[in-house]
């Protein structure tokens, strides 16, 4: 056929190809068996919710105004217009992209900037600034470890951690959930059979809201020559009278920890992560760890948007002091209105549990239905049993937003007919 001009010829219809059999691919059939599953119980999924704006305490969703605790935001730094000032100038000066990687000309000043300031806020030498948190753990832990290694963790540690040990080809081995006696016997038991060993515990865990006893972890780690690395993706901006993390909320000298693991995705409202500690092991991570060397620099937007979301952390500590005492007044109204919290410490993160997936998801949609956007956090994501609704708090909520929301549960959950969990 003759192609008009200036246009391209129109493609010829291709025969639909049958392809190869995608049903092998791993989980594959699990996982449509559950979509389907939930498609006949006619429920709406609660995953891939589009937000039309910025989503923060409050957030629109298909232009319902809903007051939100699905969003990382916790010092309500999201949409800030300084931090979005500070990315537009960064933009204007340096372009979005850095267009290598840093080792080959992708540097830019305003990433030393922000790893001077993430290694002062964490009282450590030195900083390194990875693409993404997720990204962070894997290349990292994959460049510590290797096949002689081991990596002992919380049963509850995040799946970064695991697949950086896959990579590894370390032998890995998760203890009983915030028991430092575990650690410790496993330690004992396994030290001498492995190399290196790395102990990898979170700051501030992201399903139960509840807090590691970093004394006692780092005592171990001493005792039994073990690396200690601390992930605070939910403890930067959290924890402590001024966001510092664990280690300030604990009143623990942050050099007790060997490697500490961050993320600009939550508190600092932007996209990457880091590692902060001694400066010959972000110099040596620096030069070797792949997912840096070998991935694009971190853009320079993200990076001067975390740096002016630190530097407004640091400079309005109001904003700490009123997400912790909202986690504080939303846990104390949940188990008062006989919701299992769990071991939440109410400081950011307040789980309600109810054990079935099913029940979650339904107390999720009838919340919706009210006003109230939370996600369900439902097996495999959580062990078989302990499905939940997982509540972020944000400094930007208001008493009011926590009363309303807890009322519009309690009317969901009674108009469900679920049991009161306790
Ligand atoms: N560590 C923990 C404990 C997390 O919860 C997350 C993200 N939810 C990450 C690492 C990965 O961070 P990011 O989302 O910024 O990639």
Redesign the pocket.
């Given at each position: 056929r003759l192609a008009r001009r200036g246009s391209p010829p129109a493609p010829e219809a291709e025969p639909a190809s049958p392809g190869r059999d995608l049903g092998t691919l791993p989980g594959m059939r699990d996982f449509e068996t559950m979509r389907e599953a939930g498609a006949a119980l006619g429920m709406e999924s609660p995953f891939f919710r589009q937000h039309d704006g910025v989503a923060g305490a409050h957030s629109s969703i298909g232009g319902r105004r809903y007051i939100n605790f699905a969003s990382y935001n916790y010092a309500g730094l999201n949409g800030d217009p300084r931090v979005a000032a500070a990315a537009k100038a960064a933009i204007d000066r340096y372009g979005i992209s850095a267009s290598a990687s840093r080792l080959a000309s992708g540097e830019r000043p305003v990433h030393a900037e922000l790893e001077v300031a993430l290694a002062a806020h964490h009282g450590t030498e030195a900083c390194l600034a990875f693409v993404?948190?997720?990204a962070t753990?894997v290349t990292v832990i994959g460049q510590l470890l290797g096949p002689r290694d081991l990596l002992l963790h919380d049963r509850l540690i995040?799946n970064?951690v695991a697949e950086g040990a896959r990579l590894s080809g370390a032998r890995r081995i998760a203890f009983a959930h915030n028991d430092p006696d575990a650690a410790e016997r496993e330690l004992a038991a396994q030290r001498r059979r492995h190399g290196r060993v790395l102990l990898v515990i979170?700051g501030h865990y992201?399903m139960d809201g509840d807090l590691p006893d970093l004394a006692r972890f780092a005592a171990i780690a001493r005792r039994h020559d073990a690396l200690l690395m601390v992930?605070e993706?939910?403890s930067i901006g959290v924890l402590g009278a001024t966001g510092r993390g664990i280690a300030e909320q604990c009143g623990v000298d942050p050099g007790l920890v060997d490697i500490w693991m961050g993320?600009l995705?939550k508190t600092l409202s932007s996209?990457g992560?880091y590692i902060a500690g001694r400066r010959r092991l972000t110099d040596w991570l620096r030069h070797t760890a792949p997912g840096f060397v070998y991935s694009v620099g971190l853009a320079p937007p993200l990076a001067a948007s975390a740096l002016e979301s630190l530097r407004l952390l640091q400079a309005e500590p109001w904003r700490v002091a009123r997400l912790q005492s909202n986690a504080a007044l939303f846990l104390r109204l949940a188990r008062q209105a006989g919701f299992d919290t769990g071991s939440s410490a109410g400081l950011g993160i307040v789980p309600i549990i109810l054990g079935s997936s099913l029940q979650s998801a339904r107390l999720a949609a009838a919340s919706f239905e009210g006003g109230v956007n939370v996600q369900p956090i439902l097996f495999p994501v959580v062990p078989e049993g302990s499905a939940r609704l997982r509540f972020f708090l944000s400094a930007e909520h208001s008493p009011a937003d926590i009363e309303e929301s807890i009322a519009t549960l309690v009317a969901a959950r009674d108009s469900l007919a679920i049991l009161k969990a306790s």
């Open positions: 993404s948190g997720h753990n995040h970064s979170e992201s992930d993706a939910h993320t995705s996209c992560g």
